[in-house]
């Protein structure tokens, strides 16, 4: 068992790669990709081994300084009881902003108590996430952190996503299960004036949206039964690969664009899956998981020769040139809402499957060294990040509130 409230270091294994699908329902990831992370030499074993555990520079300090107490650690040459320290909370560095350092965790702060979902989207000063108690139709809200004034941006309906584009303009999903005929919607929304700038799609709400993405003019969206492409400035809207009922439950809510690929996950199976962007391309599995780690693809970014995805508590780096995976198993159980910032991947994990014992965890993708930033909570569902905090939404009974902590 992973020991709650400190600093997990997570060692690697090499898989072979092998072939099928797997994902669960929760977020895009988008990584910087201007900054290339390679496996570490030291992550991979040789003949497919457990590896080495990566030690962590904490490890290194406390070992040249073993007089610092149980419950210390040396941070800048100065033992820290990082179980307290509010500058250095569960690890050197880690600043809780102004709240209590406990456990070694900083404190969550509530910050939109009014929030009915279970996905909140950040930009600048403000949070975006939904209101109103009905399921079926609601409102997209922004409520500015420096005031906490809120505003009405647009209507939403149930099982929304939001995908940032140039600008003030968000690409807004949702499903209007109460309208007649029950619609789904990809739009274009300037999120500053609550403008719908244009409808890029619109059909019935079976099969309903699971989300969207866009990358440069084109905008790929995945539905239950298929994945679309559509222009950004509209027009007309093609079918780029059909996922048949026998094949599994539709493209999931993981789905990343390249320069030049689409990657993306089929629900309840465990492949990634890439369709080159080029007219009349046929999609490959390029990867595949055990099937024990069944959970579909939560997140998918690419960079330079390899692409990233997570699948259950694997973390896999899958090279574009037919290589073996390089593996990388995390302390998750049911892993929700993954999201890239950075070099950091964050993580809201029920410990124990759809418990009410939910963690958020910070996963250095360089070093795979893990903090948990928060334990002992309700479930959380899609989170954001900006530069410095990460935006947990409690979706226990579609309510609950966003929460922040120190990033």
Known sequence: MWPPRTVLVVGAALAGVALTACQWLVGIGALDETSPVAPPPSAIADGGDAAEPFISDADTEAEAAPSCRLGFAVCAGTCVAIGNDPKHCGGCGHDCLGAECLAGECEPELVAPDSKGGAVYVRGDEIFYRVDEDLVTSRLVARNLTTRAVRDVCDLGSYFTMHPLPGTEWLVTDNTFGSSPARARVRVVDGATGVTVRTLYSGLVNPNVRTAVAHGDDVYVATRADVLHVKLAGGPVSVIRAIPATEGLGATQAIHASAAAVYFGI????????IARTAGAMS???DEAPRQKSASAGYIDTRPGFVRWLIGDELRDTP????????YTLPLATPHGPIGGGSKLFVADDQFGNSKTSRVLRIDLETREVLVLASRQDPYGQLAVDDRYVYMPRYANFGGGVFRVAR
């Open 267 to 274: 629900e309840d199976t465990n492949g990634l899956h890439e």
């Open 320 to 327: 574009l040139d037919g290589g073996v995976s390089a593996v």
């Open 284 to 286: 490959r599995r390029v």
